[in-house]
Structures are given as C-alpha cells and as structure tokens.
C-alpha cells in the first residue's frame, strides 16, 4: 500500500481522504494519478526478485497480485471503511477484485474448508444466495439462514463448525437491516469471523469495521463506480483475515483491472457529495409515493413506517438511494409500470447516476422459488428503485405516469 503523503491522514475526514489519498506522484509530476497498463514490473537485480517473492519486501511484481492503480484503490477504501488509525497500525489490509461477486466469493472460499458451516442472514443478493445453496456444499460447506429480526435464530443455528457469518444490511432489495453492533458481538464472544456485505450503504454511511464486523465486501459496481460503467469488488478489514483472502486471490486470480481501478479510484472522491444527493431524492421520493393508491407499500430505512426505522437511524447517517415499491396488483401491474417507464431506465444495476427500476420476482430473484422470495419480501409487484441524480421532480413526475 502506498501511504507516503505529506499530510497526516489521521487528522482528516472522509470527504478529503476520498479526494486526497493518492498514489505518490512519478517522476512525471503528474497531478492526477495516471493508469499503469504493465502487466509486470521490472526487478532491480536479483535480490530484489527473491525478496520480493518471499514476501521479505513489497512492491510491484505483477498484475495479478497489485498494481499501482488496484493499491492506491484499496489503500483509499481502507481509509474510508477502517480509518486512518486503524490503516497507520496495520490492523486494516484490503484486496480489489473483479467483481462485487469475485470479492464474495474470495472472502468465503478463502476461509471455508470441508466440513465447515457457514450462517448467514436471509436475505441476501441472488448470487450469494446461489453460492451458498448451489456451490458451497459441492465441497462440502454447509449453511443455515437466520431470521434477522429474531435474535434466537441466531443462537439457534450457530455450531462450533461455524466458520464465519455472513450478512447483507440494507438487505436487497427487501431493505431489511440488521443490527451489526448487536451480531458482530454475538460473533465475537464465539470467535467467529462477521463478513459484511456494504454495497447499498457505502462506508459513507455505514461503517460495519468500526460496529465490531471483522471483514466488509463490496460490489464496487454500485455506488462506489457510481456511474454504471465498470464491474470491481474489494474485500476490506481485519489483517490476518485479508493474509488469507490475498493468498487465495493472489493464485485463484479474480483481479481487478489497473483501468477498473483507476476508474473507481478517482469515482471515490465523489462519492460523499453523490451519496448525500442520491439519499436526498431516495427521501424525497419515498415521501412523496408513501400513501399513493397505486402502492400497497413503499419502503425505505428512514421513513418512520419503516419496520427497523429506529435501527436505521442509530446505525446509518442517511437511508441510503433505493427505495421499494409494492404494487397492489403484483406481477401484471409491476410489468405495466416498467413498460410505461419514460424516463427511467428498466435494467438490472442499482447505484447508478440514472434511476433505474428492477423487478426481482421475474430478474434478479427469478430462481428463488415463490416461498423463498416471500420469506425475504419480495412480492410479485415489488420494484426496485435505484433513486438516480436527475432532478427528483422529473423521476417523482415519471414513476407517477407508469403508476396512473
Ligand atoms: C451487485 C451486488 C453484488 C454483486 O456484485 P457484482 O459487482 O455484480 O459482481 C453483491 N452484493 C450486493 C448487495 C449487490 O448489490
């Protein structure tokens, strides 16, 4: 990791860590940190080889392990997500990777042998879902869900080969929260590793390392890119943790690209002022359809109607940019809404500078069965509305004529 700045990172906050944890400048002088397409780097002589292959020494050896632009990406992440203190001890390591789901993944595989189980909270992103039902127990990892709001699930389903707890909070799409301070506790008196999946809040408004969790993971496609262009993922936390999901990476290899990373780098630096703007008309929309006689329900972590509205406020700054839709008339009147979308874009990523409205029951949560999706609420009519950056008056005006 580079850390050599003239400034004292400790004594600053998130918004100029964001902007101003850069790699050191080259000798080109270069004011914005350029991309380094190498796929390797030179050796100074032998013993800088072998040293560097032993681990005695860091350094850039090759593009599957780091570059500049995956280091200076991960460094700035550890910095947002751990702090500086916690980066100036050495307590915090992190690894960038392809995908959100390439960092989930390598955060399990790396930790998990057979024989192990794993516990997780119920709702959780389709394809963790899959990983622990479909692919997991080919070697043979076993796994139970728990029911976020009942703490007795927990103390229920925990075994002594629990090897970590994994959990999503926003949960998506149901936007279930759990209480982190409560269950990285629960995992900590077991010595069992929590593994938090960050992607809907950002450590700009969620910092699960600080309520106890021992890892977070990120789908840095989301907010992080912010703009819908790239897939990238990082894993983020406690040292000896990391050591084993960078061996794994390291010879597995889901690395992220020097060009991803240099994108996701420089889309950090704007992430506090997008979040505050996505959370400002996440609010203001969710105000506005609350009530609507098109709608059963509208959900989202800082309305009042909210089931863990109390939770949401002491464990997030602000609630965040989606915002749930349940449309009375389910299936049929959620697949109308879509196709009268004027403005708003009918796909499949959230976190994107545009609004874009998904239906899980027939997308991304098509290969849960019916019982299974109603277990983590999703209802057939349920949409998904990642709140973009337009004016909130033009998104409001949209999604009101696809209701009518
Ligand atoms: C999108 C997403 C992922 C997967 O990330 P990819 O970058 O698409 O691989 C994991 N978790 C959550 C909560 C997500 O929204």
Redesign the pocket.
Request: aromatic share 10%.
């Given at each position: 990791m580079s850390a050599d700045h003239p400034f004292d990172p400790s004594a600053l906050g998130f918004e100029t860590l964001a902007v101003r944890a850069q790699h050191p400048v080259s000798a080109e002088r270069e004011h914005s940190v350029p991309l380094y397409l190498t796929s390797s780097f030179r050796f100074d002589d032998a013993e800088h080889a072998r040293a560097l292959f032993a681990e005695e020494v860091t350094g850039n050896v090759y593009s599957r392990y780091a570059s500049p632009n995956t280091d200076e990406f991960v460094h700035k992440l550890c910095l947002l997500e751990a702090g500086a203190e916690a980066v100036r001890e050495g307590r915090v390591d992190g690894i960038a990777t392809a995908?959100?789901?390439s960092a989930?993944f390598t955060a399990i595989a790396a930790r998990v042998s057979s024989g192990d189980h794993v516990l997780a909270s119920r709702a959780l992103?389709g394809?963790?879902h899959q990983i622990f039902t479909r692919i997991l127990p080919k070697w043979g990892v076993s796994h139970d869900y728990a029911d976020v709001g009942d703490p007795s699930s927990w103390e229920r389903l925990v075994r002594p080969s629990t090897r970590l707890i994994f959990v999503?909070t926003p949960s998506?799409p149901g936007l279930e929260l759990l209480d982190l301070a409560w269950l990285a506790q629960f995992a900590n008196v077991r010595g069992i590793p929590l593994v938090v999946?960050n992607?809907?809040a950002t450590p700009y408004l969620q910092r699960p390392l600080a309520l106890g969790a021992t890892v977070v993971v990120h789908?840095a496609?989301?907010y992080i890119d912010g703009q819908g262009r790239v897939?990238?993922?990082a894993i983020v936390g406690a040292r000896d943790y990391l050591a084993d999901c960078r061996f794994f990476a390291r010879h597995t290899g889901p690395a992220l690209s020097a060009f991803n990373a240099w994108l996701l780098s420089k889309s950090l630096e704007t992430l506090a002022v997008r979040m505050d703007r996505h959370c400002s008309n996440a609010l203001a929309l969710a105000q506005h359809f609350e009530g609507h006689t098109a709608l059963e329900s509208v959900r989202y972590p800082f309305l009042p109607s909210h089931p863990q509205h109390d939770l949401a406020r002491r464990q997030m700054t602000q609630g965040g940019g989606i915002v749930v839709l349940n449309l009375r008339g389910g299936l049929d009147a959620g697949r109308r809404a879509l196709d009268r979308l004027r403005l708003c874009s009918h796909s499949a990523n959230?976190g994107d500078t545009r609004t874009i409205v998904t239906h899980p029951a027939s997308t991304t949560h098509s290969k849960l069965s019916p019982a299974e999706r109603a277990a983590v609420g999703i209802g057939d009519g349920l949409l998904r509305v990642s709140v973009g950056l337009e004016q909130v008056q033009d998104i409001i005006a949209d999604l009101e004529q696809a209701l009518a």
């Open positions: 995908s959100g789901m989930v992103f394809s963790t999503e998506n999946d992607c809907f789908s496609t989301k897939l990238g993922g959230l």
